[in-house]
């Protein structure tokens, strides 16, 4: 007997598999279940009145993010007409169900992929569920995490199980070093822009190569995040000691005796040598500039440096109209009348810091309207902490609540029509940002520059004068 | 969930190609913090005279008195494409309706509806009964009869047979392997004791 090598995708799921249930689909083992207001409550009333109880609410977490406010001194209401109804109902329904809130007013409280790793929820080796599709996230902790509808979170809820079709496996291989400059959401628009935004389809993509060991659990939290505008089923990266160092400690990691069996079994999780992948991919890092997207697909994607590309398809062309822009047009320099630093892409403190370090001791363009909004409320007070509120406040951005604000238009607050705002965030589709509203994702250090130099622009130029 | 055995109805046309899930509950509509509260919000785009408005238009086949009280829809090809939003299935089935009938389904809308005790059935062409006139779908015998005494068969896979004739929904589903859901936690409690909280 030939003994075949397992992916860390495999391994995972071989260790949480319950039952076959034929046809590639396998009712599989849910150790976290993270909900926020604006699907969570839903699932939570929606179980609730079909008389179900939660089955293990001790590994159930909820937040506030999507439709709070992110005004200094904010309550429940909500720019949103029907927003609060969403707070209150998420709050008494998790109260109900026993789990626990991170509430307006917690420390806790924030983005829910920002906060999971920062409370230590989710672990290498686990299955996480949440109702929201950038849970991808979270596989840059060596967990397997990805998004679900809404009726899957009640499953999940109730049985501590979901039936799941089986993914296929893709390696993605991010050889050599990042140049200077290039950043992890770089390296991510790179991949879309090069692969497509339907480049890794229905695949649960590992991340691997040197570049990618070379990160940070934030960056390859950014890298991992922008997984499923590559249309993935989810994201994950093997967990190493990068992961165990930053897992230590945290509120709900495990402790003593439960850390060091938890981090012998981590260890083993790596894909074996000879493990298979459905697809591989890989790239050399070198190759990675600073990114600007262009377009209304996270793939329509250019080196800073560059120029809008013709438009071969009639995506293209309606992409081109609705931003504004034509082919050929260079995209640094393009005026720009708002900038956003924040979101569960790039809202953490390494975040704040690099878009800090720009900021500091000059100030945004007259005609820019900049927000930094940090990913957490732990993230806000860290950055407080070291000074950097000023230094966001001195260049005149404004300093917000935690929470996913101007990511996306929850039916509230939002850019204007037509204006062209630079985002750390991960989604520049039509109208993502507010009604007509014309994002384009960069880095958080090339929303910095850009605010200053009030349209787009090189933070590696900026930081040379 | 109500059991699924025999239906008879009369069914509602609306043949079109590629109906999406925005047009079958069109993202303006879902600003309830529930899954309930949606059957108004069903094809308003084409089923009222203004945007966000509620006066009914009276060519909408749904709006005419004759499908007043239909629970079988008839569409086109790719029925309930883009968004994978339940909400579709959700409108659907608060609306009343039990089952589609069309040439084929987009894969996620169709686990939607026999998730929401909505029988999707693949039939090409689909069965267009004189306007009006009643079909009886048995789940069992997985055939459609119209009035005339016509009969067609249909696929179904065991498991979506299972629910909706049970009146199960995914959860039930599951729920009858409680069991050996909860040995298995026991064992992995014991082999992982530090992903338990
Ligand atoms: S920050 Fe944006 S992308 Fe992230 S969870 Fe919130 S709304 Fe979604």
Redesign the pocket.
């Given at each position: 007997m030939t003994t075949v090598g397992r992916t860390i995708f495999e391994k995972i799921w071989d260790r949480h598999l319950v039952a076959d249930l034929g046809g590639g689909t396998g009712l599989v083992l849910i150790d976290r279940v993270l909900l926020h207001e604006r699907t969570g409550g839903v699932a939570l009333e929606s179980l609730a009145a079909a008389g179900r109880a939660v089955n293990a609410p001790t590994q159930a977490f909820a937040t506030m993010?999507?439709i709070v406010d992110t005004l200094p001194g904010r309550t429940d209401r909500t720019i949103m007409p029907t927003g609060t109804a969403f707070i209150t109902a998420t709050r008494q329904a998790a109260k109900a169900a026993g789990i626990t809130l991170f509430d307006l007013g917690d420390a806790r409280q924030g983005?829910?992929?920002v906060i999971s790793p920062e409370q230590g929820i989710v672990l290498p080796g686990l299955t996480l569920v949440c109702p929201?599709s950038?849970t991808c996230s979270q596989g840059a902790l060596g967990a397997l995490a990805w998004g679900i509808g809404s009726t899957e979170a009640e499953h999940a809820l109730a049985t501590s199980t979901l039936r799941v079709m089986r993914p296929k496996m893709m390696r993605v291989t991010v050889n050599g070093q990042l140049a200077h400059g290039a950043t992890p959401k770089d390296l991510a628009l790179h991949l879309l822009a090069r692969f497509g935004s339907a480049g890794a389809k229905g695949h649960i993509v590992e991340y691997a190569g040197e570049a990618v060991r070379a990160l940070d659990v934030e960056g390859r939290l950014t890298l991992c995040n922008m997984a499923t505008e590559f249309s993935a089923f989810s994201a994950i990266v093997a967990p190493d000691e990068t992961v165990f160092d930053y897992l230590r400690g945290r509120p709900f990691a495990p402790a003593g005796d439960a850390w060091d069996c938890a981090v012998v079994e981590w260890r083993l999780l790596a894909s074996d040598e000879d493990a298979a992948f459905d697809a591989e991919l890989a790239i050399d890092a070198g190759d990675v500039r600073p990114m600007v997207t262009w377009g209304t697909s996270p793939q329509q994607a250019v080196p800073l440096m560059g120029q809008v590309p013709p438009g071969t398809s009639e995506a293209d062309a309606r992409a081109l109209e609705y931003m504004g822009l034509h082919a050929g047009a260079r995209t640094l320099g393009q005026p720009i009348d708002a900038a956003f630093i924040g979101?569960?892409t790039n809202g953490r403190l390494s975040d704040l810091r690099r878009a800090a370090a720009i900021l500091r001791g000059r100030h945004v363009a007259p005609h820019v309207r900049a927000i930094c909004v940090p990913g957490s409320t732990s993230v806000r007070a860290a950055a407080e902490a070291e000074g950097l509120h000023r230094v966001f406040l001195d260049a005149g951005f404004e300093w917000r609540e935690a929470g996913?604000s101007m990511?996306?238009f929850a039916g509230g607050e939002s850019f204007g029509s037509q204006e062209r705002v630079i985002t750390s965030?991960?989604?520049n589709f039509e109208s993502r940002q507010g009604p007509g509203t014309r994002s384009h994702l960069a880095s958080p250090e090339t929303v910095a520059a850009s605010a200053v130099a009030g349209c787009i622009a090189d933070p590696t130029v900026l930081e040379s004068l | 969930m109500e059991q699924f055995t025999t239906l008879t109805s009369v069914a509602v046309p609306l043949i079109r190609d590629n109906i999406d899930t925005d047009a079958i509950i069109p993202s303006r509509e879902m600003t309830s913090v529930s899954k309930t509260g949606l059957a108004d919000g069903l094809f308003a785009g084409w089923r009222y005279t203004m945007i966000g408005g509620r006066d009914p238009d009276p060519d909408f086949v749904l709006n005419q008195p004759a499908y007043a009280n239909a629970r079988i829809l008839l569409g086109g090809a790719n029925f309930g494409c883009g968004s994978s939003r339940e909400h579709a299935a959700w409108a659907l089935a608060e609306y009343g309706i039990r089952a589609i009938v069309a040439p084929s389904f987009n894969p996620i809308f169709r686990g939607n509806c026999v998730r929401n005790g909505i029988l999707p059935i693949a039939i090409d062409p689909v069965p267009l009964a004189a306007a009006a006139q009643p079909l009886t779908i048995m789940l069992k015998d997985q055939v459609v009869v119209d009035v005339a005494g016509a009969v067609w068969s249909f696929e179904i896979d065991e498991e979506a047979k299972a629910m909706l004739g049970g009146g199960l929904d995914g959860i039930d589903l599951t729920l009858l392997r409680r069991d050996a859901i909860e040995a298995f936690r026991d064992a992995d409690r014991v082999a992982r004791p530090w992903a338990y909280l």
């Open positions: 993010d999507h983005i829910v992929h929201d950038h979101s569960c996913c990511c996306f965030t991960n989604r | -």
